[in-house]
């Protein structure tokens, strides 16, 4: 009888890969301590200390008022207050939501026959702001005083201050906006290592030669190798969130499925940075320059991505560039779903935006890529 040879199976020939690289990325004890434990430290001290600074109090005015106005002088002149202007009434109820916002005032301005002007103030606040609130209204108080001793008639009450009204909103945590920042922080830096100094070597020490003179498909060599990183980042991923929610009390509003579609968006970048990490692996000629390609790429989007503070504190020109880096869309998609409760269908401008990035870097992959 004669033997009839099977044929060559693509799909053990991934798995054996994957599981190689797997075990490969265990035997790099550094991994492990970049990946999971540094980024949990990082959350523990940001988590802890995050909100200091002193006490500031951003504020919403509803309606136009005259900036020469006395009144509005006097509102200006509350240490740490900052009047902030809004054209989008959803983006300023989100603010107000999530504590960003001190509160909303509704300055109402008469005058009376001796054309002595007259102030009514109404105050909206949520239980997001609690921090400030209570010391902002006291503060008002003095720029009433203030402003009837201007008119040198303190028996008459020109000034009148609304008790504030507080509305009941789930409470916004400085983890609620750390945990998201150091989950891109992490994968960013550990995927771009990862793959670029992985692919880097085996080009180097010509394994990858070997492997694409074999049967074995090229797109599973890449897949192969790519899994196992994916895997390992995903683990690190769950690690962190896990910590987070048990420990020091990260929002996954809807439970498992916000979980499981923060994990679905993990994947979304991760796939984009094994984009970028065989790009950087396949144009350098020394593994020096890998350092260097990547801190170039990362460090600007670690400090323009709202990965330690929000990128509304930049001017309005530089925000507009950050909005289009890929780490600004992870971190905001993953703080809509997990603090808004909002599905990965609802985050389609942030998943689009890394769409049109994974496209532009996979057309770089495909003409650069080296195998020898």
Known sequence: MSNVQKPYSQTRALWAITRASFKAIFGNPSAIIFSILFPIIFVLIFGAFGGGGGVSYRIALAGKVDTADFFYKGLLQIPGVKIVAYTDSAVLRKDLIKGKLTAILDIQKTTDSTEKPHYNVSIKSTSASSNTIYSFVPALKM????LEKELNDSYVSYVDIEEPVIEQVRQYRQIDFILPGQLGFSILFSTLFGIAFTFFNLREQLVLKRFYASPVKKIN????????????????????????HFFMNFTLQNGIFTFFSIITMTLIMLFLLMGVGLIFSSIVKSDTSIPLLINLFGFP???LSGTFFPIEVFPKWLQEICRLLPLTQYNDAVRKISFEGLSLLECWKEIGILGIWMVIIYAIATKVLKWE
């Open 221 to 244: 060599i890449l897949l192969g190798v790519g899994m196992s990183r994916l895997f390992f980042q995903v683990l690190s991923v769950l690690v962190l969130l896990l910590f987070g």
């Open 301 to 303: 989007q670690m400090m």
């Open 143 to 146: 720029v009433k005083l203030m």
